[in-house]
Antibody, heavy 122, light 107 residues
């Protein structure tokens, strides 16, 4: 079965750090871009970051740049999101998703995990 | 950043209704537009990619159309399992922005 499973969420104080993990199975992990998408309580989806198959390219939303690092370990079929200097507004469910690129700029996210909850509060 | 604006934010409908959700981009995105469905407490599910291509396993009552800045998701003959929130997303450039969502509720 093709799936991704997130872990690592929890309660952290403002200014703290957290590392999220996403374990992939059922597909050839190192052939796909991967992404993180978050959703604050009652809010819309927000794309956070994505990473190329070999980790050589990464992209971020401006609100997390310089505080967040996306990375992957293809030997472990695992995606990571290192989050530093966390803010209250980073509170959200964080989803890991597989990206499918069709060519040109056509891409979509077709496999999603159930998410892991990050709560930033004092 | 490209802003994606959906309308309406919510609507009420009955089983069997035809439902239309609009998504407007702040600049032209050609046909680089996807639609996702999300039910409460669940992960999003891909419905349509590249404006009008139906993801495998998605019922044919879902239809996407549009180009440039204006896009539409149509659900023909709404079914009980279709009550959910729908998000559009552009894949034209980073950041890969989503619309704010449209919730389809029971009339």
């Amino acid at each position: 079965e093709v799936q991704v499973v997130e872990s690592g969420g929890g309660l952290v104080q403002p200014g703290g750090s957290l590392r999220l993990s996403c374990a992939a199975s059922g597909f050839i992990f190192n052939t796909y871009w991967m992404s993180w998408v978050r959703q604050a309580p009652g809010k819309a989806l927000e794309w956070v970051a994505d990473i190329r198959q070999d980790g050589s390219e990464t992209y971020y939303v401006d609100s997390v740049k310089a505080r967040v690092t996306i990375s992957r370990d293809n030997a472990k079929n695992t995606l990571y999101l290192q989050m530093n200097s966390l803010r209250v507004e980073d509170t959200a469910v964080y989803y890991c998703a597989r990206e499918v690129w069709l060519g040109d700029r056509y891409y979509y996210m077709d496999v999603w995990g159930k998410g892991t909850t990050v709560t930033v509060s004092s | 950043d490209i802003q994606m604006t959906q309308s309406p934010s919510s609507l009420s409908a009955s089983v069997g209704d035809r439902v239309t959700i609009a998504c407007r981009a702040s600049q032209s995105i050609n046909t680089f537009l996807n639609w996702y469905q999300q039910k409460p407490g669940r992960a999003p599910k891909l419905l349509i990619y590249a404006t009008s291509s139906l993801q495998s396993g998605v019922p044919s009552r879902f239809r996407g159309s549009g180009s440039g800045t204006d896009f539409t998701l149509t659900i023909n003959s709404l079914q009980p399992e279709d009550f959910a929130t729908y998000f559009c997303q552009q894949s034209y450039t980073t950041p890969r922005t989503f619309g704010q969502g449209t919730t389809v509720g029971v009339k």
